[in-house]
């Protein structure tokens, strides 16, 4: 994830990437408008991509990741229980990015819930500055 001060200034990082590999993928801002996506990696091989994500930097998106994110590591074991899960999931939805992607919402948003409760970012030093 790639914070920027706005949406669209992701626009003049669109040549510097696909200069290093990354592939900008316009299509997705219907169904994930509040960032952009890019990717890189063998076309033949769905599920083998680096994906970037490019948001705006202290946004509702970024602030939820970060959330979740800083949750995980504070919580090994919904840690492992969120690897377990995506490996299933992987399995099962091989050929189905939008598939995997969904059945993971609901294990996030669970998590996204606990953090919001836990005071996590607060614990971990990571209160915002006012």
């Known amino acids: 994830m790639v914070g920027v001060r706005r949406l669209s200034d992701a ?3 669109i040549g510097p990437l696909e200069a290093i590999g990354y592939e900008y993928v316009p299509e997705y801002e219907v169904s994930i408008p509040e960032r952009r996506y890019f990717r890189k990696g063998p076309s033949s091989l769905p599920n083998e991509h ?3 994500h490019m948001v705006e930097y202290n946004g509702d998106f970024w602030k939820r ?3 979740f994110r800083d949750y995980l590591r504070a919580h090994p074991r919904a840690a492992g229980k969120y690897h377990k899960l995506k490996k299933e999931l992987a399995a099962k939805y091989r050929l189905s990015r ?3 992607t969904e059945a ?3 294990f996030i948003e669970s998590i996204i819930s606990k953090a919001k409760g836990s005071n996590c970012l607060k614990e971990k030093g990571h209160n915002e500055k006012k």
């Open 50 to 52: 680096y994906h970037l």
């Open 11 to 13: 626009q003049g990082c």
């Open 65 to 67: 990741h970060l959330l």
């Open 104 to 106: 993971k919402t609901l």
């Open 98 to 100: 939008d598939a995997y």
